[in-house]
């Protein structure tokens, strides 16, 4: 799945789509797609990820007490 860094705006590969839907990590692994050869693995907050639209990652992916929160 493709995202992007919030603060370059480069896009992302995630790696871990489980650690990415988990919402007691957070970090994700994810490979940066900006120059030709790919990049290594490397491990980011999930607070600096967006959907290429720039619409936040959904809260039940960030917080896991959400539920909680929301009553």
Same mark, same amino acid.
């Given at each position: 799945?493709?995202?992007k860094e919030s603060?370059? *705006?480069d896009l992302v590969d995630v790696v871990d789509m489980a650690s990415l839907t988990n919402p007691f990590k957070r970090h =994700?692994? =994810?490979q940066f797609q900006s120059g030709e050869d790919l990049a290594e693995p490397v491990m980011i907050e999930k607070q600096h990820l967006a959907f290429?639209? *720039?619409e936040e990652l959904p809260?039940?992916?960030i917080n896991g007490y959400y539920r909680?929160?929301?009553r």
């Open positions: 799945m493709f995202l603060k370059s *705006g =994700v692994t =994810v290429p639209s *720039g809260e039940c992916w909680l929160q929301h």
